[in-house]
């Protein structure tokens, strides 16, 4: 996908004469201990040599967090109680999907677009083939979008991104306080007529930083040493409550 | 006030962690339980991660239970050659249990299998107790002064490997310590608990072992039992978030102190019949989820069966 992508990019796609300049209000998400959230201001303007032409503006913005497979389970009654019966496992779905739109996303983009680009939510998640046994594994793929819509982690918030003279737009987009890290991929997508005619594309890095960091770096590369350190921290936990509690009731 | 778990990935309020640390270390401070069988299908309520709300809550209870053990170190109620018997036959379950879970895991049916777990034994442990406490409430309300004596452990003196635990007052063989241990060890991995709800009765009523020194040997081979299970998960799933169990323990140990006190205001009894019957809640709870059809059937879990 990642190659299908980059030659997508080469195609020249400026014969319109417009192109996409932006800002960003930050180019880096810091996971701290107390992180609640963040907010990314998107903006910028467009830029043209020649008067505005003519066909619908529009303006998206899309921020995909690193994709990974995903399995997805489905509960069926099974004497009498719910399990999960069939697992599709779908290929790269990203664990953070935000699109923003200027107007209603199937007016100002046309599904060949759409699956060119792979734009909206539905097209940006990959599930190639699943088993045999399974008939219906879209049903699969859509209750990925349901359940992470439901988390907040995929939105879809058109008419959001606002669009000035037809030349300059911005949008916030809200990241929740669930992210998980990776470089995010952002892309803003300028269409007229349902034809993108611009693109844009830079990446927001999400990182723990500080002692979330430590923690998780310690959890991966010295498993050991992280189990005992948990270890040690509990038994000091439990010694001081038991003489602290004593030397109360001591007194 | 958020904090962002490092492991679990999850931001959750700090005092609603500190708080549920607290109640169930209230409760385990009063019935004399790690607290483990409520606090992790609490922990799977507020969003936690299963596989990590199991291996921390492990973390946890070395924490509540070694601040238990230290006080009947002192009173000298822990019989440490039982106890170091049932932890020879916990840890090799403790092993099993953990390469159980990593199979279920990698089957996508480890939540089904916890849930299972505990509602089997949630409603089994529950029901028992609550009839026994009833009676011996009934017993007492008729006379006072009511002794119970369990003498007939039959097929149990017959067993081989004979020994005996000094400070029990005991003479029987290793086998059924050792397979009490084995089992515990078992749920302990598979559940997230310390399993003195299970370890506790099967001391008293298989093992025939004064309640006295029960508490004491239950905790001592909890303490290592959970402690193993911390690292097994921490090495081979990186699912014990650091940050969780610390704030969990903060409040587990402090609210334990309180609930010892309350606990020993209360008649023994009336301690037996409420832990029956918020047991007997919880598996409820927990079976309703399993019978009734779920509002989303489907559930996402990390791919590559690992």
């Known amino acids: ?251 | 006030m958020q904090i962002y778990l490092p492991i679990a990935e999850v931001s959750v309020n700090i005092f609603l962690l500190l708080g549920l640390g607290g109640i169930v270390g209230v409760l385990s401070g009063m019935f004399g339980v790690g607290g483990g069988f409520l606090m992790t299908p609490l922990l799977f309520f507020i969003g936690i991660p299963p596989a990590v709300a199991v291996a921390t809550e492990a973390n946890q209870i070395v924490a509540s239970s070694f601040s238990g053990v230290l006080a009947h170190f002192r009173r000298k109620t822990v019989d440490f050659k039982m106890g170091t018997v049932l932890l020879i036959g916990g840890l090799t379950g403790a092993a099993v249990g953990v390469v159980i879970f990593n199979y279920l895991k990698a089957q996508g049916q480890v939540d089904l299998l916890v849930k299972l777990c505990y509602v089997v034994f949630l409603g089994v442990i529950g029901s028992l107790m609550f009839v026994e406490s009833l009676n011996a409430l009934r017993k007492s309300r008729k006379n006072a002064t009511v002794t119970t004596t369990r003498r007939q452990r039959g097929w149990i003196q017959a067993l081989p490997f004979k020994t005996r635990f000094r400070t029990s007052g005991l003479y029987i063989s290793v086998l059924p310590p050792l397979v009490v241990g084995l089992f515990v060890g078992i749920l302990s991995a598979i559940m997230g608990v310390g399993g003195g709800f299970i370890m506790v009765p099967a001391m008293i009523y298989l093992l025939g072992m004064p309640t006295k020194v029960v508490v004491g040997t239950s905790l001592f081979q909890i303490i290592f039992v959970t402690g193993f299970t911390t690292l097994l998960h921490a090495t081979t799933n990186y699912t014990v978030d650091m940050a969780l169990a610390v704030l969990l323990l903060v409040g587990g140990v402090i609210g334990a102190q309180i609930g010892t006190q309350i606990g020993t205001r209360l008649r023994a009894e009336q301690l037996r019949i409420l832990l029956a019957m918020m047991v007997l809640v919880v598996c409820f709870k927990l079976a309703l989820d399993l019978l009734i059809e779920p509002s989303e059937l489907y559930s996402l879990g990390a791919a590559g069966g690992h």
Request: hydrophobic content about 45%; some cysteine.
């Open chain 1, 1 to 251: 996908m990642r190659i299908l992508a980059f030659l997508l990019c080469m195609i020249p796609l400026l014969a319109s004469g417009e192109e996409i300049v932006l800002g960003m209000s930050q180019d880096e998400v810091a996971i701290t201990a107390t992180f609640d959230g963040s907010n990314i201001l998107v903006f910028g303007a467009i830029k043209r040599e020649s008067s505005i032409p003519d066909g619908e503006l529009g303006v998206i913005v899309t921020i995909a967090g690193p994709s990974k497979p995903v399995s997805v389970h489905r509960k069926e009654r099974r004497f009498g109680i719910w399990v999960n019966t069939d697992t599709v496992e779908v290929d790269a779905a990203p664990s953070f999907y935000a699109i923003a739109t200027s107007a209603p996303l199937d007016r100002i983009l046309k599904d060949t677009e759409d699956l060119r680009h792979q734009i909206s939510i539905e097209r940006a998640i990959r599930s190639v083939g699943a088993p045999m046994t399974i008939t219906d594994a879209p049903a699969f793929t859509d209750a990925v979008i349901r359940i992470r819509k439901s988390q907040g982690l995929y939105k879809r918030s058109e008419n959001s991104v606002l669009v000035d003279q037809e030349t300059l737009f911005r949008t916030s987009v809200d990241m929740p306080a669930n992210l998980t890290e990776g470089d995010y991929f952002t892309r803003i997508f300028l269409t007229r007529d349902g034809q993108v005619v611009s693109e844009f594309e830079t990446t927001i890095d999400v990182k723990k930083v500080g002692l979330e960091r430590f923690l998780y770096n310690l959890s991966r590369q010295q498993p050991l040493v992280y189990g005992l350190l948990s270890l040690a921290i509990a038994i000091l936990a439990g010694w001081l409550a038991s003489s602290f509690f004593r030397m109360i009731r001591g007194t």
